[in-house]
C-alpha cells in the first residue's frame, strides 16, 4: 500500500522527500514525478485504488505518509497530489528553504487551473493557499478533521511561513469536473459542518477572472489535459 523511491539509495539519509496519494489520478503520476523530481531525494507513494468507499479516510492517508517518510529518515516532506505541479522555481530555493531547523510550515499560493496557462483570481478564488512543505515531527496530531484538513494540522506547534512560490492545481480545468467535485462535497459534507462556505461555488463561472502564468513561473511538464474526471463520481455511486 505505502512505497517509498529514493532516487540515490547510495546516500545517507535524504533531507526532503515528497508525499502523495493516488486513486482515481494514478495516470497523472508520472507527470508528477517529473515534475517534483528537481525538489525531493524521493517519495513515498500510498497506493489507494484498492479502497471501496467513495472516499477513504484521508487523515489516515497523511499520517501514514508522513510517519513513512520520517522512518526513512526524512527531515522534511513536500506534500502533493497527482494533479498538482509546482512552479519551477522552487527548485532554485527549496534547499534554502529547508536549510532551518526549527517546526515549520512553508504555504504556496494555490492556483485553480481553469486552462494550461491561466487560473482564476476573483474572490476566494485569488486567495487558497496551502502549507506543503513541512518540518516533521516527532509525532502527528490525532485529531484533525476528516475532510479538508491542513497537511499542517498534523504537525502541532509549527511555524506557518509564507512563500512567494505558486502551486498549480489542475483538477478544475474542466467543467464536468467542477460540477462532479462540487457534487463529491456536496455529498461528503451535506450539512457544511466542515466548510460553511459550502462547495456550490466550485461549479459556478459566474464572474470568472482570470490571470495568465508568467513564462519564469510556468510549471514542467506542460499538461496535456485529457478531459477525464480524476475522481469519484457520486452520481455513478
Not at 50 to 76: H, I, K, N
Not at 122 to 150: C, I, M, N, Y
Amino acid at each position: 500500500m505505502i512505497s517509498i523511491t529514493l532516487k540515490n539509495c547510495q546516500s545517507s539519509a535524504p533531507k526532503i522527500l515528497a508525499v502523495f496519494s493516488f486513486r482515481y489520478d494514478a495516470h497523472l503520476v508520472p507527470d508528477l514525478l517529473a515534475n517534483i523530481s528537481p525538489l525531493v531525494e524521493g517519495w513515498v507513494a500510498y497506493d489507494d485504488t484498492a479502497a471501496t468507499e467513495l472516499f477513504s479516510d484521508e487523515p489516515y492517508r497523511r499520517r501514514a505518509l508522513l510517519s513513512a517518510a520520517r522512518d526513512a529518515g526524512a527531515d522534511w516532506v513536500l506534500a502533493v497530489d497527482p494533479d498538482e505541479r509546482f512552479e519551477v522555481g522552487l527548485a532554485d530555493e527549496i534547499g534554502r528553504l529547508i536549510s532551518v531547523d526549527r517546526p515549520i510550515c512553508y504555504s504556496f499560493a494555490v492556483r485553480e487551473m481553469f486552462a494550461p496557462d491561466k487560473y482564476r483570481i476573483d474572490g476566494v478564488w485569488g486567495t487558497k493557499r496551502q502549507a506543503r512543505l513541512l518540518r516533521l515531527a516527532d509525532g502527528f496530531a490525532e485529531q484533525v478533521a476528516p475532510l479538508h484538513s491542513s497537511w499542517h494540522s498534523l504537525i502541532e506547534g509549527a511555524e506557518h511561513v509564507p512563500t512567494d512560490f505558486n502551486l498549480y492545481h489542475l483538477k478544475m480545468m474542466t467543467q464536468q469536473r467542477r460540477r462532479a467535485r462540487a457534487d463529491l462535497y456536496n455529498r461528503l459534507d451535506p450539512e457544511r459542518k466542515i466548510q460553511k462556505i459550502g462547495y456550490d461555488y466550485l461549479a459556478d463561472d459566474e464572474g470568472a477572472v482570470f490571470e495568465f502564468i508568467e513564462p519564469h513561473r510556468r510549471y514542467l511538464p506542460p499538461h496535456h489535459d485529457d478531459g477525464g474526471l480524476w475522481m469519484a463520481s457520486p452520481a455513478a455511486s
